[in-house]
């Protein structure tokens, strides 16, 4: 590998039980000479590496520290889909094969417990129960191997996880009972009990909730696992003449493709034959499919749905809009909001901390407790470090965050990362650019008024021949327009942009000009007629421009960018939410009023430039306002990386869309309030799964140490406390899962 060149590699993560481990493996990592930086998905169980670092170096960096690393390597995303879920079955059956070793032998011991005396008082009952003790220790080996293993290596590099607590646990509740059936006269009568069943239930339980957990963590993935089965395998293209299916792979840039009805739309491209209607909704959201005709751009995995399309491959493999999604998609879920690095703080030093008090509630039973006191304090010391342990913690906040992201990702909208998850939740007010945001970008003749007997057809011709050498926007929905009239163009000849004002030139021996009314007084035309007109116009948000043929006023034509349907509905439900929303537009004060009228929006500035956008967006924010600002526009690209979260209508450029913290798959601002309705739940559920994981902690080793004993005769037994902390994971992550019904409130 080139050290210098930067590439990403992906690892499947082994042995790591506990979101302790997390940071331990990426500050390994991170060590790695040439690692930019590393991010690890608990939930997932998988790490995503930057930089030059060479991949056997960060797979030893992983081995040394007691964990084991296996590349996932170039393959495509399917394929590395169905590895990782072929791991993790293969996890799952050999949890499912170890808690029923545990079970089977900890269930029996627990019943005969419940019926029958687990004292060690005669000869016999402690070669009974020497046996026992060591099918017992059997299945510590063989079913809790990973957690010794785990404990191990941990104490091998001064670390403490959760297998230290487990392993710690189940070791001291053995040894102390084969303590009593060899050596039975060194300990009170009454402290002759031993506690074989809790080792092999402890580890059977916690067993079992880590398969239930595998089994809940894949349904966190459905939306990856959807958008990667958009991906079609192979491709029909035309080569030479011959039509041929290859492999997806092996689709080049140019290539001709063919799609037929029903297909999927392998590749990205430009149509050049046929016309149909193409499903986009599994990438933008939007239900309605979409008439496609030569011209217009097809994406990966939108389905073809009626016509057959010959269209030309522009974006191939890694370079496809899906793939890019699919990228975007799992960054995202490996990132973490700062809420959940919190939680990764917490957890690293939780575990060293319940150690210690652990150790101090045995010390408190052997030196305060009543007899037998030592069997109390084994019984304390093993409960505590059980039900310490700090899984629900670690998964609190990367399940919550890959369920947002996803069910985000299914609505059409791309979050880039966590910490714009969590931000968007926050924003106070919403900064929104007009042109191709709040209206459709794409400006249209509406009216067309003559004067002067002219005829309309003719001036039309004129104006569209005239403005056909113009690059300005206003231009581009002249010529469209005298195209669908059909319109046969005339040439140009002394042609001269005027700046801020219009064009001149000749067509068909008549001197004309175009523009505004500053133009029209330059050269003195009087317009008196169609001020009234004009001035309609642009109350009603249209612009209106007058055409003048050899200095007398032939027509004033007025060009409007039509405001999107749902625009008014969708800034409604930002207010709603009390978002305060303020409109920026280069356009002139009277169109900017009457769209900011049309869609109910009361602050709003006029005319300003690129760099006015992004001072309005610092002003904003040094009022204390956390401001998301909303564009397409290769001119809103400072101001959306200026603000805490930028969001991209991702019909607009690839500039506004790469300084975008969030991306808007569809037109919509539907999506805009749809993204900030996502966050707000997904910020709620993680709230919700940390306080209960604290909760569950914070009450649950002080039960543990046996506080209530003094008052109710209450001591939580160390089996319950294996089956609550397998519990407790489990319900973080059902809890986490419940966002994949969330449906944002369209009002």
Known sequence: MNSSKSTELNFIIEGANCSSCVAKIEKALKNVQGTNNAEMNFAERTVRVEGSAEQNMLVKAVEDIGYGAKPMGNKSDQDALDEKAKSDNAHYKKLIRNMMLALGVGVPLMVYGLIFDMSVTTTTQRIAWFAVGIVTLVVMTVSGKHFYNGAWQGFKNHSANMDTLIALGTGTAWLYSMFVVIAPSLLPEVARHVYFEASSMIIGLISLGLAFEIKARGRTSQAIKRLIGLQAKTARVVRQGQEQDIDISDVQINDNVRVRPGEKIPVDGNVLEGSSRVDESMLTGEPMPVSKQAGDKVVAGSINKSGTLLFEATHVGHETTLANIINMVKRAQNSKPSIGRLADVVSGIFVPTVMIIAVLAALAWLNFGPEPSIAYAVVALTTVLIIACPCALGLATPMSVMVGVGKAAESGILIRNGESLQTTSKITTMILDKTGTITQGKPQVTDVVTFNNADESNVMLLVASLESGSEHPLADAITQYAEKQSLKLSKVTDFEAITGKGVSGTVNEQTLLFGNKALMDKYEIAVDEAAE????????????????????????????????????????????????????????????????????????????????????????????????????????????????????????????????????????????????????????????NLFGAFIYNVAGIPLAAGVLYPFFGLLLNPVVAGAAMALSSLTVVTNANRLRFFKPNKS
Do not use: C, W
């Open 533 to 688: 007109r004009a001035q309609g116009f642009a109350k009603d948000a249209k612009t209106p421009m007058y055409l003048a043929s050899n200095n007398q006023l032939t027509a004033l034509i007025a060009v409007a960018d039509p405001i999107k349907e749902d625009s008014a509905e969708a800034i409604k439900r930002l207010q709603n939410k009390g978002i305060h929303i303020v409109m920026l537009t280069g356009d002139n004060q009277a169109t900017a009023h009457a769209v900011a009228k049309k869609v109910g929006i009361n602050d709003f500035i006029a005319e300003v430039l690129p760099e006015d956008k992004v001072n309005e967006v610092t002003k904003r924010q040094q009022q204390g306002e956390v401001v998301g600002m909303t564009g397409d526009g290769i001119n809103d690209a400072p101001a959306l990386a200026t603000a805490d979260v930028g969001f991209a209508i991702g019909t607009g450029t690839d500039v506004a869309i790469e300084s975008a913290d969030v991306t808007l798959m569809r037109g919509s601002l539907h999506g805009l309030a749809d993204a900030i309705a996502i966050s707000s739940a997904t910020i709620g559920n993680i709230k919700q």
